[in-house]
């Protein structure tokens, strides 16, 4: 069984920059949800997709946008990159909409 | 509004010691899921576990194990005989049962060292 996997591990952008993040469910998941932890922070929800369809959205601004895709997996798209989107962005699959999420390792993006 | 706090924001203990990460939340609603999850430097989150808010059984895996108190509001997690494999930050997690998807609100984090 495939764990939930992102890419790229690590980017740095430019401010005004945007941006691809990309993430795997593990096998069998059909619901992503998407987090923002930043330094010494917990994680922050952004969105959730289930079924290629955003399902719930957190406080942030419409230029966090996703996608999710049929074979469920999903990108986090952010335009006009500011220097506090710096952050770990965390990518979580569920078999549902309410089961357990299983996390991914992270990408760090930092904004200069 | 739904609200996590973890007061502890770092802990040392030498191995072997028994440690103790508080977590007090805040809900209105009765219909909920605590959990607790671990974040080694690596940075993935490994969910330790879930409970639901008509549980209040203690649960007790291994070294690890857990105290739900509705009354206090508290879903306290106990690691007995520390390892230096336990250094890690670690987040106690609610639910957030209006949301249509599984959003899940979490505390800020109590960073814990297990020292040699």
């Known amino acids: 069984e495939t764990g939930v996997t992102q890419s790229p591990t690590h980017l740095i952008k430019t401010r005004g920059q945007q941006v691809t993040l990309r993430c795997s469910s593990q096998s069998g998941h059909n619901t992503v949800s998407w987090y923002q932890q930043a330094l010494g922070q917990g994680p922050q929800f952004i969105f959730q997709?289930?079924?290629?369809?955003?399902?719930g959205r957190g406080n942030f601004p419409p230029r966090f946008s996703g996608l999710q895709f049929p074979n469920y997996s999903s990108e986090l798209n952010v335009n006009a990159l500011e220097l506090d989107d710096s952050a770990l962005y965390l990518c979580?699959?569920?078999?549902?909409?309410?089961?357990?999420?299983?996390f991914g390792p992270g990408t760090r993006l930092t904004v200069t | 509004a739904q609200k996590v706090t973890q007061a502890q924001t770092e802990i040392s203990v030498v191995e072997k010691e028994d440690v103790t990460l508080d977590c007090v939340y805040e809900t209105r609603d009765t219909t909920y899921y605590l959990f607790w999850y671990k974040q080694p430097p690596s940075g993935e989150l490994v969910f330790l576990i879930r409970?639901?808010?008509?549980?209040?059984q203690n649960e007790i895996s291994g070294r690890y194990s857990w105290n739900f108190q509705k009354s206090t509001s508290s879903f306290n997690f106990t690691i007995t005989a520390s390892q230096v494999v336990d250094s890690a930050v670690y987040f106690c997690?609610?639910?957030?049962?209006?949301?249509?998807?599984?959003?899940?609100?979490f505390g800020s984090g109590t960073r814990l060292s297990i020292r040699p």
């Open positions: 409970r639901n808010s008509f549980d209040e």
């Open positions: 997690a609610l639910s957030d049962p209006h949301s249509s998807a599984s959003k899940i609100i």
């Open positions: 979580a699959s569920s078999s549902g909409q309410s089961d357990e999420q299983y």
């Open positions: 997709y289930y079924r290629e369809e955003e399902n």
